[in-house]
């Protein structure tokens, strides 16, 4: 797929200059995307790049993967950019209290900037990223979660590529145990249209990375 603009939600340190594997890059776009996406509603141009993205491989027909990615880039073909972000305002944007809180804290521990942004706070710090300045959302939005395992993955913004066993604890410590309650609150918003189709592309795409992390775990036990 063509790359797509990213949320820049984290700093990251110094590179180590070593090249991207296509089958990683491909992984850290796919975070791109959706931290971008989490992050602030798409413009008329992301909308078009989108709308002319290639269909996704994931290894067998009819995969959820696919399925949801097809259904995404027909919708944004035909959505209005307007539309679009009148319904993440709805969503995510609220003088009072959002209908949608994407923060690890809320889910994990009942309120925002409790113990589980601490402790993300603190792995963040060790692997040499933290919050972008002028960044309002707090580091345990999905959005930025998706953007640092983006720069784990890829070791863009001159950070440093990290091993898959270091991506995995991040992500099973920080995203795994929520995600799937955060989309499903998103898809079942009475105001998601557009962001109903997020939502299933970040489930099918989160569901096969931990998936992906099982199976490598299972086959350095074996």
Known sequence: MRQPPTAGQLDAGASDGMAVAPEEQARADMYALLARMLHAAPDAPMLATLAGADAIVAGQSGHPLDRAWERL????GVM???????????????????????????????????KPLVALRDDLAR?????????????????????????????????????????????????????????????????????RLVADFAQAFLDVEAEAFALGEQCEAA
């Open 73 to 76: 880039v027909l919708a944004a």
């Open 127 to 195: 692997l040499g990223l933290g919050r972008a300045p002028g960044q309002r959302e707090m580091e345990d939005h999905l959005g930025a979660l998706c953007e640092a395992m983006r720069l784990m993955i890829s070791g863009a913004g001159g950070g440093a590529m990290q091993p898959l066993a270091l991506q995995q604890q991040f992500f099973d410590t920080h995203i795994a145990s929520w995600y799937g309650r955060c989309l499903h609150d998103i898809r079942s918003a009475p105001e998601a249209n557009f962001y």
């Open 80 to 114: 209005d950019e307007r539309a679009v972000a009148e319904e993440f305002d709805a969503l995510f944007i609220s003088v009072g209290t959002p209908g949608i809180n994407p923060y690890a804290s809320l889910y994990l521990s009942g309120f925002i900037n409790e």
